[in-house]
């Protein structure tokens, strides 16, 4: 509980920042921040799989907290700060430890002065580490980005899954709007995470309770999952690839005008999340 | 051991002395054997039939008799004493380990014992050397006399702990006397591990056999040529346990190793009463009948003849003791119509004391019993035939050639010999309603012996026997001479119930020997296979609890519980709860003794060692704890891994105060706890018109000590198997394919959406048609080429498809 506070406390200050930065070059409207860094956190607090891990009892909401406030210490670039960040969620988990080695390559770029730190490399380890540079590379002008791919496939790989895990990135999405405003296929994606995130504990339920069902059944949803996470992650990259492009204002033939759902979509993934955790509980 | 079949846990433990307390004087320099059999028919119409084979030798470079291979295993591992028995296709091996050695080398020498007692005994012991499966019992139950004598031995390892007044709550003195049992830190290192699922069989039964020096050719070793019977029955136990003598220098001076076999049989349909059904659950119900016994036919072989190299070879029937009040009664009618059918019975000579330490040689036991007279085959009662001269005659031939160090046990030998044991021939103070045939040798009562001389006939008379046992010897003259294989062996049978007074005895004696004062049960609560619950009952029965209560004296009983849990069944401790007879207790409140070993995953298992102080009067002790099950790697489940994960039996010992536990003590070795040190057995014989004798044995023969051996009840529960979730194990082929599918394509689109370069393929997408054109081209001839290649390959490799396209080629006409 505490542990969530400070993270939501975390999490308000690094948007904050963010958001007090004057906007990008090509400012329009259309990119005003969708949440007030107030709203945000509270989000953050209200999330229903931070809820989960904290009614459990996980250590995973301390080891999220150790990960916000490395971000917000990068973002305000507080060193200390994001070091005790770090350190505290090395001493919860694993993965956070080989958070260090990333640090050591990407100190401190970009020009936007955010703390590149890439959380993630866990055991099924290699490719945590082998996505870890390119990305950390490739965009290194978009620290924030970096870091929530970084979050994103650490929750992939992260033995012994918990709920929790999700929680950092679904933090961090909301703050991804330049790249959001592009999705096109927003209900595709916010409907079959909410199909998946039904069917693994109904699978689980068959299988380790119920006895109705082999482990196959749960694999399979989670291989689906995976799967799920493949392909939103390489199209989000993709979509930053491309909007850097534009940014720079290089020749794109990206058609960005038909958005008319951006809203719609951050909204649906916010309210499809409740509306998963509600059924998660009564199943 | 007795009507209850559990399956023992399988155990190794290793003891660590901390102080050898062996008087390194008075080695015999002799190798002894002995055999001994003890049948006894249980309440619910089985049999336990118990073997108990003694080797004992100097350490020595060649053997006469003692096996080398476990003698050269003394020499060169340090251990005091190993238990190894298989029970139900499980071993149990306890092991002790000598006082001096470092503790860092115990894992070595543990895994040097492990793996040369698996290959002594065709056994997979080598995954016993493995930690995960190890534990250490750290609370043992010593008597307070122990320990005074511990506090003497001023060893380095007595800890402060062992003081008595922990074990009671109550205060009461709970140390006079000598009689009590208190737990207490052990004083050597033991270390106990498990292997289940391992099968017991042939294979382990052969180099058991080959340990003995008769295997099982003759002697009684010869009992258990039928391999049928020996795994087909109800229980089945083999157990070898070593006991090493040592001196300062860690050097072996003695060594002992005893062999025994434990089988709860069932007697063929055609000896047996009819009441006893096949059906294990309608045997329960059934009204006990205790069934009547033709060893021969029981165990479906007989001896030809004695094992001519055993010193000792005996038999020995034990039947129920009546109650004081049954007894009198069964007397009265005894005098009527229960009288021992003796056909052939004589006077003769039992060597009664020559114990194993004494090593007395074969040589000179042979003797006596070939100049034994062979006149036993005669059936005539009456013939009764002195031969204790000519035992003495032949023993005296035999000592001139006797060096002097063997004069002096001979002559005390001679002397207990003189004490002849004879049966009596009228029914005697202890015989119930039952034949035996031919009549045994002699007969032996566990009693309680009185330091006071004068009063001990007068006391024995109307004492209660603890134990009753009927000695048959083999190597008596009688039995050399009786030819016929199937009188060798007695026949017991219980008489014919004419009277209904009979039959109540008789069933009287049934339900006397099925109660055991305590019962341990263990079951598995909740459901699924991510939580789970344990609870451990011990029960005392209703009887005994009364008598405590009426007793009140506000006493406490020690119960001292040993469980280990494997690391895959993860115990959560805090929700550990205790109640008695359904009430919640606070654990902490009634615990004296504590120490718990947590798990590691992967490295050790779960060690809970505590004491409690039970109030005497309790009926049911309650410990319950909830658990999760952990999830494994597929490599690390069992082959059959969905039968689930066995926990080893809980062993729970209890320390009584008193003599209560000598009535309930039939089958249950445990129950022979009687708790004074100063039971003894003696041996009556006895001729018709001779007042029958008692003599108080000396040195009895190792079966007949440990019968009588003053030990705390240990009572075990049964072995409880909690299933696991399990991954489907056809699957793990197909899980790595697509798991790893999904991981490449993760990798390969996000580094391509990476590398991704939108202008550049725009630039391409619009370059000049020319440039477009012989990029077309290009990339036909690539096709064609790589087509080319493959084909040419295909071909080349495979001969039907030459023939096939030579073929098609004929058909069209081109060749």
Redo the contacts between chains.
């Keep these: 509980m505490v542990c969530d506070v400070v993270a939501a406390a975390a999490l308000l200050l690094a948007a904050a920042h963010l958001f007090d930065r004057p906007a990008g070059p090509a400012s329009r409207k259309r990119d005003a921040p969708w949440l007030s860094p107030q709203q945000l956190s509270l989000l953050y607090l209200l999330q229903p799989f931070a809820v989960l891990a904290c009614v459990a009892g996980s250590s995973t909401s301390a080891e999220n907290m150790g990960v916000l406030l490395a971000v917000a210490g990068g973002v305000t670039r507080n060193a200390p700060m994001a070091a005790a960040g770090v350190a505290v969620g090395a001493y919860m988990g694993l993965h956070p430890v080989l958070l260090v080695v990333p640090l050591l390559l990407l100190m401190w770029r970009g020009p936007e002065d955010v703390l590149q730190h890439v959380p993630g490399p866990v055991p099924p380890v290699v490719m945590p580490i082998v996505l870890a540079v390119p990305v950390a590379i490739r965009f290194s002008s978009r620290p924030l980005f970096a870091v929530w791919v970084q979050l994103f496939i650490s929750c992939m790989f992260k033995p012994y899954a918990s709920v929790g895990d999700m929680v950092p990135w679904l933090a961090l999405l909301p703050l991804l709007q330049q790249q959001l405003q592009c999705v096109k296929a927003g209900l595709f994606f916010v409907n079959s995470f909410v199909l998946l995130l039904v069917l693994g504990p109904a699978m689980w339920h068959q299988w380790i309770n119920v006895d109705a069902a082999n482990s196959n059944f749960f694999y399979s949803i989670t291989l689906l999952l995976g799967v799920w996470y493949t392909v939103f992650l390489t199209h989000l990259v993709r979509l930053t690839a491309q909007l850097d492009r534009r940014l720079a204002g290089k020749q794109l033939e990206l058609s960005v005008d038909d958005l008319d759902d951006d809203e719609d979509t951050a909204a649906a993934a916010d309210g499809a999340a409740v509306a998963a955790a509600g059924k998660h509980k009564n199943a | 051991m007795c009507s209850r079949i559990w399956a023992v846990l399988v155990a190794v433990c290793l003891l660590l002395g901390s102080s050898s307390c062996h008087s390194a004087a008075a080695v015999a320099q002799q190798e002894s054997y002995s055999e001994e059999a003890v049948v006894q028919p249980l309440a619910n119409g089985l049999v336990l039939v118990h073997f108990q084979f003694t080797q004992t030798a100097p350490l020595l470079r060649h053997y006469t008799i003692f096996p080398k291979a476990v003698g050269q295993l003394v020499s060169a591992s340090l251990f005091d004493e190993f238990q190894l028995s298989l029970t139900q296709g499980r071993w149990e091996f306890v092991a002790k380990f000598s006082p001096l050695l470092p503790a860092a080398s115990l894992a070595g020498q543990w895994g040097t014992l492990s793996h040369a007692l698996g290959s002594l005994f065709c056994a997979s012991l080598n995954f016993v050397a493995r930690p995960e499966a190890t534990a250490t019992q750290a609370i043992a139950m010593s008597s307070c006399s122990e320990i005074g004598q511990q506090a003497c031995s001023s060893s380095a390892g007595v800890s402060a702990s062992q003081t008595c007044s922990g074990s009671s709550s109550s205060g009461s003195s709970v140390c006079t006397g000598g009689s009590s049992w208190v737990p207490a830190a052990a004083r050597q290192h033991v270390l106990v591990a498990s292997l289940p699922q391992e099968a017991s069989c042939t294979e382990n039964l052969t180099p058991w056999l080959k340990l003995l020096p008769c295997r099982d050719a003759a002697g009684l070793g010869a009992l258990l040529a039928d391999r049928r019977v020996v795994f087909g029955a109800d229980h089945h136990s083999m157990q070898v346990s070593m006991i090493v003598e040592r001196n300062a220098d860690l050097q072996p001076l003695r060594s002992t190793l005893t062999q025994s076999l434990t089988l709860v049989l069932r007697p063929p349909p055609g000896t047996h009463p009819a009441t006893i059904s096949s059906s294990g659950a309608a045997r329960q119900q059934l009204p006990a009948v205790l069934a009547d016994v033709n060893l021969s036919a029981l165990l479906g072989s007989e001896v030809k003849q004695a094992c001519p190299l055993a010193q000792q070879s005996r038999v020995y029937v034990r039947l129920p003791v009546l109650d004081k009040p049954q007894q009198q009664q069964q007397q009265q009618q005894s005098n009527v119509q229960l009288q021992w059918r003796i056909p052939a019975y004589k006077k003769r000579n039992v060597p009664d004391s020559s114990n194993s330490l004494e090593a007395a040689s074969a040589d000179a036991d042979e003797g006596a019993s070939s100049g034994g007279s062979s006149d036993g085959s005669s059936s005539d009662s009456s013939a009764e035939q002195d031969s204790s001269d000519v035992a003495d005659t032949a023993a005296e031939a035999e000592r001139t050639e006797l060096s002097q160090q063997q004069q002096q046990q001979q002559q005390q030998q001679q002397r207990s010999r003189r004490r002849l044991c004879r049966v009596a021939r009228a029914a005697s103070w202890s015989g119930p309603g039952v034949e035996l045939s031919p009549a045994p040798d002699a007969a032996a009562a566990l009693t309680h012996s009185t330091p006071n001389a004068s009063e001990k006939r007068r006391q024995q008379g109307q004492q209660q026997p603890a134990q009753v046992m009927y000695v048959y010897d083999l190597l008596s003259p009688a039995h050399d001479a009786v030819a016929a294989g199937a009188q060798r062996l007695f026949q017991l049978q219980w008489a014919a119930g004419g009277s209904p007074g009979d039959s109540h005895s008789k069933q009287l004696l049934a339900e006397q020997q099925q109660q055991s004062r305590y019962t341990v049960t263990r079951y598995i609560a909740g459901?699924?296979?991510?939580h789970g619950g344990m609870v451990l009952e011990v029960h005392q029965a209703q009887q005994a609890a009364a008598a405590a209560a009426a007793a009140d004296d506000g006493r406490n009983v020690s119960v001292c519980i040993f469980q280990v849990v494997p690391w895959q069944i993860r115990v959560w401790l805090h929700t550990l709860q205790l109640s008695i007879d359904g009430q919640r207790r606070s654990l902490d409140a009634l615990l004296t003794h504590r120490h718990i070993t947590p798990a590691r995953d992967r490295t050790r298992p779960l060690v809970l060692n505590m004491c409690l102080a039970l109030p005497a009067a309790a009926t049911t002790l309650t410990l319950s704890a909830q658990f999760s099950k952990a999830f494994l790697t597929v490599a690390e489940y069992p082959p059959d891994a969905h039968r689930g994960f066995d926990v080893p039996a809980a062993q729970v010992t209890i320390g009584l105060t008193s003599l209560q536990t000598s009535g309930s003590s039939a089958g249950q070795q445990g129950d022979a706890s009687s708790s004074s040190s100063s039971w003894a057995w003696h041996v009556h014989t006895g001729d018709g018109a001779e007042a029958w004798q008692q003599q108080q044995l000396q040195q009895e023969l190792p079966l007949m000590q440990a019968l009588a051996a003053v030990r705390p009840v240990q009572v075990y529960s049964p072995s409880l198997v909690v299933p696991l979730?399990?991954?489907?194990f056809s699957?793990p082929y197909n899980?790595i394919c697509?798991?790893s599918t999904?991981?490449a394509?993760?990798?390969g689109?996000?580094?391509?959406?990476?590398l991704?370069r939108?202008?550049e393929a725009?630039t391409q997408a619009h370059a000049s048609s020319a440039a477009s054109a012989a990029q077309k081209r290009r990339k036909r001839v690539k096709v064609v080429l790589l087509l080319a290649v493959f084909g040419g390959l295909g071909l080349y490799l495979d001969p039907s498809l030459q023939e096939a396209l030579w073929e098609q080629l004929t058909a069209l006409g081109l060749a």
């Excluded at chain 2, 979730?725 to 489907?728: F, I, Q, S």
């Design positions: 459901s699924g296979n991510l979730a399990v991954p489907d699957m899980v697509l798991t999904v991981l394509v993760l990798l689109a996000v580094v391509g959406a990476l991704l939108p202008a725009e």
